[in-house]
């Protein structure tokens, strides 16, 4: 899965380089194929944040169904990227609590 993830990460960013357009990335094949994957994409998805964000954040709001990103924080990178692997530690503490309650 690690290896796929990277796979279509390095497709994307080598076609997509010269785009400002948000869309291309969206719109990709390899980026349709992550999604395809699913949710089990999603930690793969974290641990590449820093190095593809855009990527990442898009397929995580898209296969999560949410978006911890404030308002005002949209467009800041590191903010965004903060905020996600936030969520994500909210989410692992959440699932640990309920485990451990059942």
């Known amino acids: 899965?690690?290896?796929?993830?990277?796979?279509?990460?390095?497709?994307?960013?080598e076609d997509t380089i010269f785009s400002s357009n948000?869309?291309?990335?969206?719109?990709?094949k390899k980026f349709k194929e992550i999604?395809?994957?699913?949710?089990?994409?999603?930690k793969y998805l974290l641990?590449?944040?820093?190095?593809?964000?855009l990527i990442c954040i898009g397929a995580l709001s898209i296969l999560s169904g949410e978006d911890p990103v404030v308002e005002k924080e949209r467009g800041m990178i590191n903010k965004m990227i903060?905020?996600?692997?936030d969520w994500?530690?909210?989410m692992l503490n959440s699932k640990a609590i309920k485990a451990k309650h059942e």
């Open 22 to 28: 948000p869309n291309e990335i969206l719109e990709h």
């Open 47 to 53: 641990k590449n944040i820093e190095e593809a964000p």
């Open 82 to 85: 903060v905020s996600w692997k």
């Open 1 to 13: 899965m690690k290896d796929f993830i990277d796979e279509c990460i390095r497709q994307i960013k």
């Open 35 to 42: 999604l395809d994957m699913g949710k089990v994409t999603i």
């Open 88 to 90: 994500a530690n909210d």
